[in-house]
């Protein structure tokens, strides 16, 4: 079956910049939707960056547009996001999550694979 692993979370001081990886396996994911999810520590799960597999579709929330980076390498099976001018709001754990059909609502309930997490930890 489907299995996600996350890595690249760590700790860094605010302006710093990380890249994560989303590493699959038991299928090829290239024709599915994945993205990329976070939990802060006092709230729930929240979408952050998404890429179809058909089309190529990109989406971003507001807040982390212009410094995170989302893609993805079929011949890898693996998706990242590359994150620059890290800020403390963004310190949580970074979840990897895929979807069999397109990305169209920006919701966790939508995806059908999840990683465990990474945490991202920024200081200020």
């Known amino acids: 079956q489907v299995q996600l692993v996350e890595s690249g979370g760590g700790l860094v001081q605010s302006g710093d910049s990380l890249r994560l990886s989303c590493a699959a396996s038991?299928?090829?994911?290239?024709?599915?939707?994945m993205g990329w999810f976070r939990r802060t520590p006092g709230g729930a799960r929240e979408f952050v960056a998404g890429i179809n597999g058909i089309g190529g579709s990109i989406f971003y929330v507001d807040s982390v547009k212009g410094r995170f980076t989302i893609s993805r390498d079929n011949a890898k099976n693996t998706m990242y996001l590359q994150m620059n001018s890290l800020k403390s709001d963004d310190t949580a754990v970074y979840y990897c999550?895929?979807?069999?059909?397109?990305?169209?609502?920006?919701?966790?309930?939508?995806?059908?694979?999840w990683g465990k997490g990474t945490l991202v930890t920024v200081s200020s």
């Open positions: 999550a895929a979807r069999r059909r397109e990305l169209t609502v920006l919701i966790p309930t939508v995806m059908d694979y």
């Open positions: 038991g299928r090829s994911l290239s024709p599915y939707a």
